[in-house]
């Protein structure tokens, strides 16, 4: 069973950054496209980006586009989230998740595995 570990949410000012990092264990990682959401308070779990198995495509909603990044390290079984130029209306819970494909996709149900979450709050 694959387990994902989000880490590195917290509190930042408007136009700061945040590192997020999400460990995977349980099954071959170079086999699972990974992608990062957000959930908002009252709002729907949203794509906020996601990666191919070999690194080589990455994919952004477009309110993201520009700011965040998104990166894996195979070697790791990690991948990453770096939000730089951060707004208030990036404060939500993030949660990683894995996809048995190449490349991942942009709605919830294509996902397979789901972290916990890590929360990142953007203060004006």
């Known amino acids: 069973q694959v387990q994902l570990a989000e880490s590195g949410g917290g509190l930042v000012q408007a136009g700061g950054s945040l590192r997020l990092s999400c460990a995977f264990s349980?099954?071959?990682?170079?086999?699972?496209?990974m992608g990062w959401f957000r959930q908002a308070p009252g709002k729907e779990r949203e794509f906020v980006a996601g990666?191919?198995?070999?690194?080589?495509?990455?994919y952004y909603a477009d309110y993201v586009k520009g700011r965040f990044t998104i990166s894996r390290e195979n070697a790791k079984n990690t991948v990453y989230l770096q939000m730089n130029s951060l707004k208030p209306e990036d404060t939500a819970v993030y949660y990683c998740?894995?996809?048995?494909?190449?490349?991942?996709?942009?709605?919830?149900?294509?996902?397979?595995?789901w972290g916990q979450g890590t929360q990142v709050t953007v203060s004006s």
């Open positions: 998740a894995a996809e048995l494909a190449a490349v991942p996709g942009t709605q919830r149900w294509e996902y397979d595995y």
């Open positions: 990666i191919s198995i070999s690194g080589g495509n990455t």
């Open positions: 349980g099954r071959t990682f170079r086999s699972h496209a």
